[in-house]
């Protein structure tokens, strides 16, 4: 089992007896995701996946790999339901950190001046509900994020009062590379931020006031969360006395392909 948080692993085990023949060795390999100790839970059923004919120079690598849209569909959503994505921000004034008080929010919520005389500092909680959308097409690997934004007050010491809830919609084009172990994942902002309110307890909320301070929070602080978390990676297959070397991969329809090459480590 390899790590991919303190709480979830993922696992490779062989389907099948290997296929030899004079040319290749053929491996059917499938892939296990749990989080605390119990599988990841899906209904749907798994599609089946075999890697394509060789019609590029990858022909001459000694190792082929195929990973599917669905293995990498599992991985972002172990993340997802394992918390590793959701993200509370309560920074304070001259922290250097992401800071919010209920004076800035006047012109997007002019209620707030009512309700709150005083400035008051507002924290944010940003939790992932649904699973993250995996596309992989001809050279282009993206993730589509759909994280629910609340906006809170600290009303006592030991409570919090949501001013509203917004609905915000992410695509992220993946960033792929090869090492020795893993596959390396970043991600990078594609497209506008689609953003809406979903509830609110405040009168008058104004979107399109609140959208230059909620995609500054995404772009500054919520996308590089996500990436330190995706810094692990995907861990490889391991093979006892054989590392990869020289590796690449490519993006096509509905996969990934990993191409490298063997060296012997004694």
Not at 72 to 80: A, S, V
Not at 132 to 144: N, S, Y
């Amino acid at each position: 089992m390899k790590p991919i948080t303190p709480m979830s692993h993922l696992q490779y085990s062989m389907m099948d007896e290997p296929e030899i023949t004079s040319e290749y060795i053929d491996l059917d390999m499938d892939t296990a995701f749990e989080l605390m100790g119990k599988p990841l839970e899906d209904s749907s059923p798994v599609p089946p996946f075999s890697l394509p004919p060789q019609v590029t120079a990858a022909d001459d690598s000694m190792v082929n790999m195929g990973l599917s849209n669905y293995m990498f569909e599992h991985f972002f959503q172990t993340l997802e339901q394992s918390g590793a994505f959701n993200m509370h921000l309560a920074g304070k004034p001259g922290s250097g950190d992401f800071y919010l008080s209920t004076s800035q929010l006047h012109s997007a919520i002019p209620s707030l001046a009512e309700r709150y005389p005083n400035d008051v500092a507002i924290a944010l909680n940003v939790v992932l509900a649904r699973v993250p959308l995996v596309t992989l097409k001809e050279g282009l690997a993206m993730v589509t994020i759909s994280p629910s934004i609340q906006l809170a007050v600290a009303s006592s010491a030991s409570s919090s009062e949501t001013l509203c809830t917004l609905g915000c919609e992410l695509t992220l084009a993946l960033k792929l590379d090869v090492t020795p172990t893993s596959i390396e994942i970043a991600v990078a902002l594609r497209g506008e931020i689609g953003l809406e309110v979903v509830s609110s307890s405040v009168r008058d909320v104004q979107v399109g006031r609140l959208r230059g301070i909620i995609v500054s929070m995404i772009e500054k602080t919520f996308l590089a969360h996500i990436n330190t978390v995706l810094s692990a990676g995907v861990s490889l297959p391991k093979m006892a006395n054989l590392q990869y070397v020289e590796g690449d991969i490519e993006i096509h329809e509905g996969y990934a392909q990993v191409n490298c090459d063997l060296e012997y480590v004694p």
